[in-house]
């Protein structure tokens, strides 16, 4: 086996504690001998719940030579809330130790940069290989397999049971449900998002009529894996953004039966296609959907896109969003978005709660009638979040994920890390306070008189009395934690680092194999280096007189198996997305390195 750089493990260390151990505080020391796998995630973040998917499997096939701990390292104020994190991670069934970071202070002892980032640390305690973003589980894969041979060998590896140790069971009705819709019965159906079911509540949202689906994850006509939105088809059935599974099912509420009308029950990666037949197209993580336009309209989190599905033709296709994430207005196609996750009709509107920039969002048809255009009511981008009132450029919100269309023309917010619902009124152009003291709100509908809001971390629904008075509350602020990068001014370096997998190459058979794309917050941070390109090596330019913003970093890289012998080898993508705070200051680096896979050595 090739020799690594052995770079000695930090402490794991964070104010929250611990989860998953049954009370128990773990050290490096208690985990000697067994190949440990540090997932450093926020649970606000789809790319981080993708990694978790993606550990699954690993987790249960290495379960006697692995030990994964999740380290929680909180984006929004809300995540720095030690039962928030509690709740994260029952919400997202996470079966492994988890350590509370609210501090950031693991992060930093490891210099991460990025949700998610993995980080391998050997039998004998050394860091050996660091992975950010999505798609390396068949990397880190393969290096357990050789380090689990290497130190068997050498006889530093412990095999055994590993530290996990399950919550007890809390018995509700609901259990972190999603999204709700209410039937034109007058009953409510709610996918129950934790239970991988969908339920139908009585009139009074309370009495469970029947649940549909197994209670176990799977993509088979009677189990889903993490359903969140529902949405009302013109022949009364009903569509269900089956998240987990990347699916699009389609439920009869006279029969109870289940099919599937869109995805392939895989994750969509970039190179894959965009449009074409429903079934035979990869969609990523769908977490709401509406009827508007004659289509079906999908809030494709995972890609930070909208899609449509066409029931009549039977195929999807990208309607708005480059995958870049951010917030960036204009025609459909140029738009930005980070994890669109609540969708609601108006009209010749479709709002859009745009989680990730804490933002509301709205599409409409182009005045020349060619297309769609994409604008912001409320929201400023990735790091700008609270809760204020007042005039809607002014305005903060902090991760929404829910938008419901009130009559008079105005849209109630789910408001999910502030617990309030919030509502924006278009004619005015004011954001206001409708309820607070609601605990992760993630979707409402409306019913006669009244707003149903689902209370996602209380379990249930809860009635509210439309207001006719706003609720007063005191104005507050915040931008992320993460401390910023001091830069020198001028030429910055960036070094995105990518070393494929042991096996495997880079995929050049279709033209170049690695993409960079960098912008900044403000633009005018950058006098020379943003846009897209091939090299994972690029000179920016600072502008003089901007002395901080933020640097957004998108990487891919695609790698193959390399042995000739392989007749259709199989390759993988590897991406992520950075977003770098940075301040300008004599004496800052002039380089900034950031792990796409390996280690950086710069």
Known sequence: MASRARVRAPELIGKGGWLNTGNKDLTLSDLRGRIVILDFWTFCCVNCLHVLDELRELEERHRDTVVIIGVHSPKFVHEAEHQAVVDAVERYGVEHPVLDDPELATWKQYAVRAWPTLVV???????????????????????????????????????????????????????????????????????????HQLVELAADGEQVLRRIGSGERGFTPDAFNEPQGLALLPDGKVAVADTVNHAIRVFDPGTGTVETVAGTGRQWWQGSPTSGPARAVDLSSPWDIAWWQDRLWIAMAGVHQLWTYD???????????????????????????????????????????????????????????????????????????????????????????????????????????????????????????????????????LADDDIVVVESARHRLTRLRLPEEAVRVESVAHRTQRAATEVAPGRLRLDVVFQAPAGQKLDTRYGPSTRLLVSATPPELLADGAGAGSDLTRDLVLADGVTEGVLHVSAMAASCDDAPDIEYPACHVHQQDWGVPVRVVDGGVARLGLVLAGLDAG
């Open 311 to 445: 029931p009549a033709a039977g195929t999807v296709e990208v309607a708005a969003g480059t995958t870049n994430e951010g917030l960036v207005d204009g025609p459909a196609a140029e738009a930005w978005f980070a994890q669109p996750s609540g969708l609601a009709a108006a009209g010749d509107r479709l709002w859009i709660a745009d989680s990730e920039t804490s933002a509301v969002r709205w599409v409409e048809p182009a005045e020349d009638g060619d297309g769609y255009v994409v604008r912001t009511a409320v929201g400023t981008g990735l790091f700008d979040f609270g809760h204020r009132d007042g005039a809607a450029d002014q305005a903060l919100l902090q991760h929404p994920l829910g938008v419901t269309a009130l009559p008079d023309g105005s849209v109630a917010i789910s408001d999910t890390y502030n617990h309030a619902l919030r509502r924006f009124d278009p004619a005015s152009g004011e954001v206001t306070t409708l309820a607070t003291d609601l605990r992760e709100p993630s979707a409402a509908v």
């Open 121 to 195: 640390i050997d039998p004998e305690g050394y860091v050996v290989a660091q992975h950010a973003g999505e798609g390396h589980a068949h990397a880190i894969e393969k290096l357990v397999e050789e380090l689990a041979a290497e130190h068997e060998q050498k006889g530093t590896l412990r095999r055994g049971d590993g530290p996990y140790v399950p919550p007890e069971p809390v018995a509700t009705d609901l259990r972190f449900p999603g999204k709700a819709l209410r039937l034109p019965g007058g009953t409510f159906l709610v996918s129950d998002t934790t239970r």
